[in-house]
């Protein structure tokens, strides 16, 4: 398609082209998009029935894990429905107010999971260092007003980005190479200047993600530090398998979106195909694996979903 530029003509409706280049091979790339979300959907709601049904589970650390399930589910709806669209019905067409309105939860919901990995990591530093003043720090009033204040950092830093994506002119195309509307994908097809796109942009990921892994580094460090402390060594190892579940969550929640935006920044000869491709799993990957990892290291997740499967069994 033709691009428009500087014709005073701005595009209210966009064509999402899915994986270019790979437009021949979307029904067999649909097959693992449709297999993460519903094994994504059915893990994490079985999580969050768990915690929600089972009185001894309404701890601080498993009432953060049913906030972190539910970002999950919401996280992987947000791109997966409209990516097998894509894929099986060539359903790309998108309107701006519908992008805007992917763009904004997409964000929002990724700051707030980031949120709750640093909450969490405060949870098992008062566990591990503070553990007598562990419920009285971490009471449901405190998780609450924790939770609705994730909530709120997360909606108002993306907020902005809704105007400043509404004042721009759409002239150039409106062909967005993606599986989704990203800000700054959606914004380069601008012919306004967008300066303070990229420097908003910028500020939103130093001002959350990045203090979030700083703050979350600085605890474990402080963990770790306690942990060797202890005298005994199973004391030591039950300390330390506590955190074994966070850790592999924090891993697969941070490492592949950092490895995509630094590919996306630097990669400039890395084939289209293989970012958007890297776009997609730091999306699929953690609502998929993150309720595997805590059935298969946590017990008291691993004994509730045996009791769930058998008992109904008999």
Excluded at 192 to 199: G, Q, T
Aim: glycine share 4%.
């Amino acid at each position: 398609m033709t691009a428009l530029n500087y014709t005073g003509v701005s595009h209210t409706v966009f064509h999402l082209l899915g994986i270019p280049g790979l437009e021949d091979q979307h029904v067999w790339i649909s097959i693992p998009f449709f297999i993460s979300y519903v094994t994504a959907l059915l893990g994490n709601s079985l999580l969050i029935f768990i915690i929600v049904t089972k009185h001894s589970l309404h701890e601080p650390m498993y009432l953060f894990l049913c906030m972190l399930a539910g970002a999950d589910t919401v996280l992987s709806t947000c791109i997966v429905p409209q990516a097998l669209a894509i894929f099986w019905f060539h359903a790309g067409e998108i309107s701006l107010d519908r992008c805007i309105t992917q763009v904004f939860f997409l964000s929002s919901t990724f700051i707030y999971e980031s949120g709750i990995l640093l909450v969490m990591a405060f949870d098992r530093y008062i566990a591990i260092c503070c553990p007598l003043r562990y419920t009285t720090v971490l009471t449901r009033t405190q998780i609450g007003k924790i939770g609705v204040t994730l909530f709120l950092r997360s909606c108002c830093t993306v907020f902005p980005v809704i105007f400043l994506l509404k004042r721009l002119t759409f002239c150039k195309s409106n062909i967005l190479p993606n599986t989704a509307c990203k800000h700054i994908v959606l914004a380069r097809l601008s012919c306004d200047d967008i300066r303070v796109n990229m420097w908003y942009g910028f500020l939103v990921l130093m001002s959350t993600l990045v203090i979030d892994i700083v703050l979350i580094f600085i605890s474990y460090v402080l963990i770790l530090r306690a942990v060797f402390y202890i005298p005994s060594q199973d004391a030591r190892h039950k300390a330390l398998n506590t955190c074994g579940s966070h850790v592999c969550v924090i891993i697969l929640f941070y490492v592949p979106g950092i490895f995509s935006a630094l590919a996306q920044r630097f990669g400039h000869h890395i084939s289209p195909h293989i970012l958007v491709l890297l776009s997609n799993v730091y999306i699929l990957a953690p609502p998929m694996l993150n309720p595997v990892i805590y059935g298969i290291k946590t017990k008291q997740i691993r004994d509730q979903v045996i009791h769930v499967f058998f008992t109904k069994q008999k």
